[in-house]
C-alpha cells in the first residue's frame, strides 16, 4: 500500500499538545506511602507517554511482578523530578540534562541507572531548500531550541566545534511546539531538537539534518530515584528489580524494532514510519551502561555549561547526586550505541 505523507503540521499534532502541558502531571499522580489496602508493596514510578509502561509491557515484563506499580504520566523531565523531589514517586526515567537542572536547584533525587544511545536523533535541523550547508554557517542566523534542554547543549557544543559561541548567533528559546511553527514558518533559520521531532520532520519531507548531535552530546539517559524509597529496604528491592527488568526490555527493543515501533505509534499517535525511524536512529540503539567516571565528568560538563550560562544558580559537583549500587557489573558508559546498520 503507498504510504499517505501527511502535512507535518498535522505528524505533530501529538507532541504539540504533550508540549504545551509540559508542567502537568496527569490526573492521581503518585503519592507516597509503601503498600496498598491489602499490604501489597506499591512502586511508585514517574513515565512519560510511550515510557517505561509501554516497553515493559510490550517486552513482557510485567507479567511476574512481585509488588504493584503506581504509574504516573509526565509530559517531561522536568515535572517528573519535580514529583521525584516532593517524594510522590519513587523512581523515573529522563534524559541527560533534567537531573543537571534538578541537582543544580537542590532537589532531593539520586540517579541510580544510565544508558546510552546513539546521538544522531538529537539534531540542528533546517529547512530542506536552506542554503546552510554547514553550523559555520550558522553564524548571524536565527536558532530556534528548548531552554536548558538537551538540544541546548547540543546546539552551543555544534557551535563550538565550528569556532562560533551563542554570541554568533540569535537563539530563539522555544518549546517544540511553538518551534515548530516558527520553523515551517520560515521565522527561524534553524531548529536545535531531538527524537522523534528530528524523524517527524525528515519524514515530512519539509527539512533536513545540518549537524547531529554525534561527537558533541553523551547520549545518556537516567533512571532517578528518590533518596527515600533507596533508604527504605523493601522499596530499595522493588526500585533494583524495576531496573533490571527495564535492561531486558531494552534488549527486546533492540531485537524488536518494527513490533515495538507499532506499539510506540500506538501509545504516543505517531504515524509507524516515524516511530520506526526514531527506534533505529536513536531509542532503540541504547543499551545499558555504568554510572562511571566518565558518565558523571560528562554530566559535570553539561552542568558546568549551564552554570556558565546562568541557566543554573551557582556551580556543583554532580557526583554528589549520583548512586552506583544498581550497576552489577555493567560496561563502561562509553561502550558504543547499538546499532542497526545501514538501517539506522
Not at 536545535?192 to 552530546?217: E, F, K, M, N
Not at 536513536?282 to 554510572?291: C, D, E
Request: glycine fraction near 10%; proline fraction near 7%.
Amino acid at each position: 500500500m503507498k504510504s499517505v505523507r501527511l502535512p507535518l503540521a498535522a505528524l505533530l499534532v501529538p507532541l504539540a499538545l504533550l508540549a504545551a502541558t509540559a508542567c502537568t502531571p496527569a490526573a492521581g499522580a503518585g503519592s507516597g506511602g509503601n503498600t496498598d489496602g491489602k499490604g501489597e508493596l506499591v512502586l511508585n514510578v514517574g513515565d512519560q507517554k510511550g515510557g517505561s509502561e509501554a516497553v515493559l509491557r510490550a517486552a513482557g515484563e510485567l507479567d511476574d511482578l512481585p509488588y504493584r506499580i503506581k504509574w504516573s504520566t509526565f509530559t517531561s523531565g522536568p515535572p517528573l523530578l519535580e514529583a521525584v523531589n516532593a517524594g510522590a514517586v519513587d523512581v523515573g526515567g529522563v534524559g541527560n540534562t533534567p537531573p543537571v537542572f534538578a541537582a543544580g536547584a537542590g532537589s532531593r533525587i539520586t540517579v541510580i541507572a544510565a544508558t546510552h544511545g546513539d546521538s544522531a536523533g538529537e539534531a540542528i535541523l533546517v529547512p530542506k531548500d536552506s542554503p546552510l550547508r554547514s553550523p559555520r554557517d550558522l553564524k548571524g542566523r536565527k536558532i530556534a531550541v528548548a531552554q536548558g534542554s538537551s538540544a541546548h547543549f547540543q546546539l552551543i557544543g555544534s557551535l563550538e566545534k565550528a569556532g562560533l559561541t551563542l554570541k554568533d548567533v540569535r537563539v530563539t528559546l522555544l518549546q517544540p511546539a511553538d518551534a515548530l511553527a516558527a520553523f515551517t514558518s520560515g521565522k527561524v533559520d534553524a531548529w536545535a531538537v531531538w527524537d522523534p521531532y528530528t524523524s517527524q520532520v525528515l519524514h515530512a519531507g519539509s527539512g533536513r539534518i545540518l549537524t547531529d548531535g554525534r561527537g558533541v552530546v553523551n547520549g545518556l539517559g537516567f533512571q532517578v530515584a528518590a533518596p527515600a524509597a533507596l533508604a527504605d529496604p523493601a522499596k530499595e528491592k522493588a526500585v533494583g528489580d524495576f531496573v533490571g527488568r527495564l535492561r531486558r526490555a531494552q534488549d527486546w527493543v533492540f531485537d524488536h524494532p518494527e513490533e515495538w515501533a507499532k506499539v510506540w505509534a500506538k501509545e504516543t499517535g505517531l504515524p509507524y514510519e516515524v516511530a520506526l525511524a526514531a527506534v533505529r536512529r536513536s531509542s532503540g540503539t541504547r543499551i545499558p551502561v555504568a554510572l562511571d567516571a566518565a558518565a558523571i565528568a560528562s554530566e559535570q560538563k553539561i552542568a558546568d555549561t549551564f552554570a556558565g550560562l546562568g541557566l543554573i544558580p551557582h556551580p556543583f559537583r554532580f557526583a554528589d547526586f549520583v548512586d552506583d549500587r544498581f550497576d552489577q557489573d555493567l560496561p563502561p558508559s562509553t561502550t558504543p550505541a547499538r546499532s542497526y546498520g545501514k538501517d539506522d
